[in-house]
C-alpha cells in the first residue's frame, strides 16, 4: 500500500487528541503549549506557570477551557497537511441543515420587514410616535430571535435529535420564552440607537457583534445586521469572528462564507441526503426566492463594505475582557467607535463579568470592570444562561428561580444551567 503522508499526519494528530483526552480525564497537570508560531502561545503558557503547573480538576474553568482549544489548534497548525482544517466544520454545517424549518420562517418575515423599509410603507399613516412604537417593538422582536439563537449551541447538542433542534426554533418557542428574559434592558439599547439615528442622520453610526456559534446563530445575527441596515439604525455592521476553531462552533471568517455558500442554492444544500442517507422534501419555489433575497442582500452590504468581518486574536486569548485596555489597546480604542458593542452568548458575557463569582444583584456595570462606566464603550449583552455567573438580577430573583423544579436549591446555581433562562445587559459607556 502506498504510503500517503497526508493520511500518516492525520493518525498523529488523532493521537495527540487521544492523549490531550487522557490527560484531562486522569487529572494530569496541564502542559506548556507547543509553539505553533503565533504570539498568544507565549502567554499561554506564562499564565500556566504563575497559576503553578496546575492539574486538571484543579484549574479555572475559563483557563482551562480556553487552553484546550487552543491546545487542540497547534497539532493542526502544526502540520503540514492539516493546516487551517476545522475539525469541527461538518457539525456546524450540518445543525445549519438541521435548522431548515427555522430558516425557512425567518427568511420569509425578514423579507417582508426589509421591503417594508426599503419602500417607506411602514410609517403611511402613523404618527411619528406609533412609527417609533412600532420600530421598537420591531427591534425588540429581532433582538429576541438573535438571543435564542443559541439554543443551538453545538457544545449542548450532544443528545439531541433533527427534531429537538427544531422544537428550540421558530416563533412558537420564541414566544413561549419571552418571559423567561429575566434582564431585559433592550429599551435602553433601542434609546440610544434612536437618538444616534436622530443627531447623526447623515453620519456614521456602527454597530459591532462580537459573534458566538456559526450555522443557525450566525444566520440569525445576520438577520440582526441586516434590519439594522435596512431600517438605518446602523450604517455599519462590524462583526468579530474567532481566528481559529473555538469552543466546537464558534464563528470563523470562513464559516460566514460558508453560510453564504450554502445560499446561494439552497434547494440543493436543504434537500441533500445526510450522513445517514435520510432524504428532505423539496423546498417550494417561494422558499427558495426568500433565501436567496437574503443570500443577495447580505452578499451586496459585504460587497459595498457595509457589512464587514473584522477577526482578531484578543478573542481567542485565555482571559477575561477585563484584560482589553492592556492587552489589545487598539481594538479597545477602535470599539470606542461603535455606536453599540453586541456580545452574543455565554462564554462573552463570563468574560464580560471576569467569570467571578457575584452577588447576583452585583449590576452588570460593576461586573465588567473597564468595560463599564466611562470605557467610551457601549456593552450589550444577550446571554442564555449556561454557567453560574449571573448579575443584574432583582434581590430575591435567584432565591426564587432556585426554588424551581430542577433549581438547585441550596445546593447550587442550577437554574443557570440549562439555557432555559437569558438575560440582556446593557451597560452605556459614553453616557
Avoid at 455567573?389 to 442550577?414: H, I, M, Y
Amino acid at each position: 500500500m502506498e504510503f500517503d503522508p497526508k493520511t500518516h499526519e492525520g493518525k498523529s494528530i488523532i493521537e495527540k487528541l487521544a492523549k490531550l483526552k487522557y490527560e484531562l480525564q486522569h487529572n494530569r497537570p496541564l502542559t506548556p503549549l507547543e509553539d505553533d508560531g503565533h504570539p498568544d502561545i507565549a502567554p499561554y503558557n506564562k499564565e500556566l506557570e504563575q497559576r503553578g503547573n496546575p492539574v486538571w480538576h484543579d484549574v479555572p474553568w475559563l483557563y482551562s477551557e480556553c487552553y484546550l482549544y487552543r491546545r487542540i489548534e497547534t497539532f493542526f497548525a502544526l502540520s503540514k497537511h492539516w493546516k487551517g482544517y476545522d475539525v469541527f466544520a461538518r457539525q456546524k454545517m450540518s445543525t445549519f441543515k438541521s435548522s431548515r424549518p427555522a430558516v425557512l420562517e425567518l427568511a420569509a418575515r425578514y423579507r417582508e420587514l426589509a421591503k417594508e423599509a426599503g419602500s417607506g410603507k411602514g410609517a403611511d399613516g402613523k404618527s411619528p410616535e406609533e412609527v417609533e412604537q412600532a420600530e421598537k417593538l420591531l427591534f425588540s422582536e429581532m433582538c429576541e430571535i438573535c438571543l435564542w439563537g443559541n439554543a443551538t449551541d453545538l457544545s449542548l447538542l450532544t443528545s439531541l435529535t433533527y427534531e429537538d433542534i427544531q422544537k428550540l426554533q421558530g416563533s412558537e418557542a420564541r414566544k413561549a420564552s419571552q418571559s423567561n428574559i429575566i434582564v431585559n434592558d433592550l429599551d435602553a439599547a433601542f434609546a440610544v440607537m434612536q437618538k444616534a439615528r436622530k443627531d447623526k442622520k447623515d453620519g456614521e453610526r456602527r454597530v459591532d457583534i462580537v459573534l458566538d456559534n456559526s450555522g443557525f446563530e450566525l444566520f440569525v445575527d445576520l438577520i440582526l445586521a441586516g434590519y439594522l441596515l435596512s431600517t438605518g439604525l446602523a450604517t455599519t455592521i462590524v462583526l468579530h469572528p474567532k481566528r481559529l476553531p473555538w469552543f466546537v462552533s464558534d464563528v470563523t471568517p470562513k464559516d460566514f462564507s460558508d453560510l453564504l455558500n450554502c445560499m446561494v442554492d439552497p434547494q440543493a444544500f436543504y434537500t441533500a441526503p445526510d450522513d445517514s442517507g435520510k432524504t428532505f422534501p423539496p423546498l417550494s419555489d417561494s422558499e427558495v426566492s426568500d433565501v436567496q433575497f437574503l443570500f443577495e442582500q447580505w452578499s451586496n452590504f459585504h460587497q459595498d463594505g457595509r457589512l464587514i468581518m473584522r477577526p482578531h486574536s484578543f478573542w481567542t486569548t485565555q482571559g477575561c475582557y477585563w484584560r482589553l485596555p492592556h492587552l489589545a489597546p487598539e481594538l479597545f480604542e477602535d470599539l470606542k467607535e461603535s455606536e453599540l458593542v453586541l456580545f452574543k452568548g455565554d462564554l462573552n458575557y463570563r468574560k464580560l463579568t471576569n467569570d467571578a463569582q457575584w452577588d447576583t444583584t452585583t449590576p452588570f456595570t460593576t461586573a465588567i470592570g473597564p468595560m463599564g462606566p466611562k470605557s467610551d464603550i457601549r456593552v450589550l449583552a444577550f446571554r442564555t444562561c449556561k454557567a453560574d455567573t449571573v448579575v443584574g438580577l432583582q434581590a430575591g430573583e435567584d432565591e426564587r428561580l432556585r426554588q424551581l423544579p430542577g433549581g438547585g436549591g441550596d445546593q447550587a446555581r442550577k437554574w443557570a444551567w440549562s439555557g432555559k433562562w437569558a438575560v440582556v445587559s446593557f451597560s452605556d459607556g459614553k453616557a
